[in-house]
């Protein structure tokens, strides 16, 4: 791995790999936690925008069709710390994927007209994501999960906010957050002369350095419910903990503890839930750490009648870590080796996690991962599920 800063501030990172394809990512170090009431929503409508034309590439269909039409593939995603912009393509075409990512990240147009047209595309995601239950399940979660974090503002924004949108605080933020300083630009392949061509494409000047801004998110003092009812027929149902963020080092062992619990389908949720008694189809854990917080959570979808049981199932597991065997824990530490492993031999997935570390704090974190893993003990996991798994907050999203 070779990683570089150019001089207007534009971290890049090359990890050299042998194989057809390659990948290039960049990630800008904004998302809806840096968003105020007013801008709710802002962080994911410029993703939407970036790719709606430059001066170089008027419209959205030249942009996506110079690497559709050699088989690759062009897309993005915002969540509550960043927004990353990504292609995958044949090492050949390194070239134009780097031509086109850097058109579109530093020359937008924003035209009046395809903002207005794209608040309608965002408004309809919005309203999908709300109608499915098993996406509206995690906003419901996050935002009793949070009481003064802006994790608990979904990161799609809000409806109102997007309809009032005005192109002069569109540039004004892009401005402020699309700077170089602000980038990490990560490229895995097999590539030569790969830092003087990101040179001489990336030449966007240097900004103002970005803090994000911390907010002390109180402690979970009590037991907290939230219900809300759908005319639909399964119950979902999410028990979960607020953690720690990804650079605390008991981000490791809830990591075990999710191989424990979740992984596929000899996870113990699944196992005792599902394949025992058939109470849910989805089953699972889902332990997310970002740079400045983290939650571990089950969830599971069911019949109504069925929630106070499945409930005790869960506290039941819970409890039962306390007294995890040493083989339990040696196949859950395999299985995140594996998964990790596997998961990083796709080029994408590579670059994304490279990104990821160095935004977190440095992208050799990464390299240390299974190290990390190894070193977790039983009486880590004791520890942890007796400083975190204590006052968690159910949400249900109640169907018939």
């Known amino acids: 791995m070779q990683k570089i800063k150019l001089k207007n501030g534009l971290t890049v990172i090359y990890r050299k790999k042998k194989t057809k394809s390659l990948a290039i990512e960049i990630l800008v170090k904004v998302g809806s936690n840096n968003e105020k009431k007013d801008e709710r929503g802002l962080s994911h409508f410029i993703e ?5 034309g430059t001066k170089k590439r008027r419209t959205s269909q030249e942009i996506t069709n110079e690497i559709e039409k050699v088989g690759g593939e062009i897309n993005a995603y915002t969540s509550s710390e960043k927004t990353c912009y990504f292609i995958q393509i044949l090492n050949k075409h390194f070239e134009i994927a780097l031509d086109i990512l850097a058109d579109i990240i530093q020359n937008p147009l924003f035209e009046e007209k395809i ?52 192109r002069d605080k569109i540039v004004k933020y892009y401005q402020k957050y699309y700077t170089p300083n602000n980038m990490i630009l990560t490229i895995v392949g097999d590539i030569k002369n790969w830092k003087r061509q990101v040179e001489q494409k990336f030449v966007a000047p240097c900004g103002k350095n970005i803090q994000l801004k911390k907010v002390a998110e109180p402690l979970a003092k009590k037991i907290y419910y939230k219900v809300e009812k759908r005319k639909i027929k399964n119950t979902y149902l999410i028990l979960g903990f607020k953690t720690v963020p990804r650079n605390h080092k008991d981000s490791y062992i809830l990591d075990v503890i999710d191989g424990i619990l979740g992984r596929g389908q000899s996870g113990w949720m ?3 839930i599902r394949a025992k ?8 854990t889902h332990h997310t ?26 506290l039941e597991q819970l409890n039962k870590l306390k007294g995890v065997s040493a083989s339990e824990i040696i196949e859950a530490k395999n299985y995140l080796e594996g998964s990790f492993l596997l998961e990083l031999e796709d080029t994408q997935k590579l670059a994304d996690g490279l990104a990821f570390w160095e935004q977190i704090e440095t992208a050799q974190k990464m390299e240390e991962y299974i190290h990390q893993i190894k070193k977790v003990t039983k009486s880590d996991i004791t520890r942890v599920v007796n400083t975190y798994f204590k006052n968690y907050c159910l949400t249900i999203l109640e169907g018939k």
């Open 115 to 166: 903002i207005e047209k794209e608040k309608e595309v965002v408004n309809k995601e919005i309203a999908l994501v709300n109608d499915s239950p098993r996406f509206y399940q995690w906003i419901l979660f996050e935002k009793n999960l949070y009481k003064k974090h802006p994790t608990r503002n979904p990161t799609y924004g809000d409806s109102k906010v997007i309809a009032n949108l005005k």
């Open 270 to 272: 699944f196992n005792e």
């Open 289 to 314: 750490c970002s740079q400045q917080y983290g939650y571990f959570a089950i969830y599971l979808n069911t019949n109504k009648k069925n929630i106070i049981k499945a409930k005790k199932l869960i």
């Open 48 to 52: 939407h925008l970036i790719f709606e």
């Open 277 to 284: 008694r058939g109470l849910a189809y989805e089953v699972g």
